[in-house]
């Protein structure tokens, strides 16, 4: 018999509804054809990666030399972690040494190695609303409890709110900035309160929470906005994150933790990650990988096109009647139910399947009343989803 636990999050509906629907949209596409269906349910990058991502792949792939395909240190290459700590060092704005990086298996690998490393049992996690739907799982594959803290109405931080959950529990606060699935990115004077706050309750408490700054999208942000670093601000910050989106390569699993160098336990807690890492059986990040991508991380890449899709998907929303919040980066449109369903959005995502669109219900990212649209997407199935999407709209619930 399986486990308790596991049994009862496999019987929710609402349970790997994203995955569900991008196999749902192949099965989909066999029987109506791939241009008459609308699938916008999984973030899966569409751009190819760049060509300098490219080229280290080939040149990688021919190395036949002894010993190339074995174990290296846990923590990575020392090549490869110092190439993420020049990288980290250019977005934060602070020196960062090689040895505050650890190479993880993508970006998931990399919040499960910090939640690990930071959490005892029964501490809490605050996660402002929405949220990345994995958030759920990774805290409470640590025995974290979730504290879902809601954002304001654009989705900015809610910092008030998030003073009044902090408590002697309080372990971190993940912060997903461009945010899966709003695309707000958390500004500035957000983030410099956000640290603020932290600071304060640790004086206070004798416990300051980190930050895990969880940045897969950072790159992809639309005009001129940037991401605020976050290692000047707060000395307890542990950044995760991956190439998957930014150069387009999510199925090879490379992503990796940065402490802040600041922080008076670095050592401690990249001690912690190297140890983690190993222990949940990840044992070390790929080694083909780190080779390619300490060789082309800093490939120049044009997220224009994804600017154009949202652009277009935008029009096609305004043409349809819905309310949406505009994204300032990452890939996604949050979209709000319409009226006459009451916010119920797993009935809205199923009556669009009607239309043979697919997207994913807000609830399951904390956003109850909202659905997520993925345009990474090819062009032409935004284009051609206008008319589906305003009957959609349009046909009353049953």
């Not at 990345?132 to 803290?149: Q, S």
């Not at 300032?328 to 009226?339: D, N, R």
């Not at 006459?340 to 009607?354: E, V």
């Not at 990474?376 to 589906?388: D, V």
Request: aromatic fraction near 12%.
């Amino acid at each position: 018999m399986i486990a308790k636990h596991v049994k009862q999050i496999l019987e929710s509906p609402s349970n790997g509804v994203i995955r569900k629907m991008f196999e749902e949209g192949a099965l989909l596409k066999q029987k109506y054809g791939e241009d008459n269906v609308f699938d916008f349910s999984i973030g899966n990058p569409d751009l190819d990666p760049p060509k300098e991502v490219q080229v280290a792949i080939e040149k990688y792939a021919k190395d036949t030399s002894k010993g190339t395909h074995g174990y290296m240190p846990n923590a990575g290459y020392q090549f490869c972690r110092q190439a993420m700590a020049d990288k980290t060092a250019k977005e934060q704005g602070v020196p960062v040494d090689f040895s505050n990086v650890v190479m993880c298996v993508g970006a998931g690998s990399a919040l499960n190695v910090a939640l690990k490393s930071l959490l005892n049992a029964g501490d809490e996690v605050i996660v402002p609303c929405p949220y990345f739907t994995e958030y759920d799982h990774y805290i409470h594959n640590h025995n974290g409890e979730i504290v879902r803290v809601p954002t304001k109405a654009d989705f900015s931080l809610d910092i008030e709110a998030i003073k009044a959950a902090l408590n002697e529990k309080t372990a971190a606060i993940i912060i997903n900035s461009p945010n899966n699935p709003s695309g707000r990115i958390f500004s500035e004077e957000d983030m410099t309160a956000l640290a603020a706050a932290l600071k304060a309750f640790g004086e206070k408490s004798g416990r300051y929470p980190y930050i895990i700054a969880d940045e897969p999208y950072r790159a992809i942000t639309y005009g001129g906005k940037t991401v605020a670093s976050v290692f000047p601000k707060y000395e307890y910050t542990i950044i995760c994150t991956s190439f998957a989106k930014n150069l387009s390569v999510p199925g090879e699993r490379i992503g990796y933790t940065c402490v802040n160098p600041a922080c008076p336990e670095a050592k401690e807690v990249v001690a912690a990650n190297i140890f983690c890492l190993r222990t949940m059986g990840f044992v070390n990040a790929p080694a083909f990988f780190q080779k390619v991508i300490a060789e082309s991380w800093d490939a120049e890449c044009d997220y224009s096109l994804y600017e154009k899709r949202r652009n277009e998907l935008i029009e096609v929303m305004d043409y349809a009647g819905f309310e949406y919040a505009v994204p300032e980066g990452a890939f996604y449109l949050f979209v709000k139910v319409p009226e006459g369903w009451d916010g119920d959005d797993m009935a809205f995502t199923n009556h669009l399947k009607k239309f043979n669109i697919l997207c994913a219900p807000g609830s399951g990212f904390g956003g109850k009343g909202w659905f997520r649209i993925a345009y990474c997407c090819a062009e032409k199935t935004i284009l051609n989803s206008r008319e589906a999407f305003k009957k959609a709209h349009d046909t009353p619930r049953d």
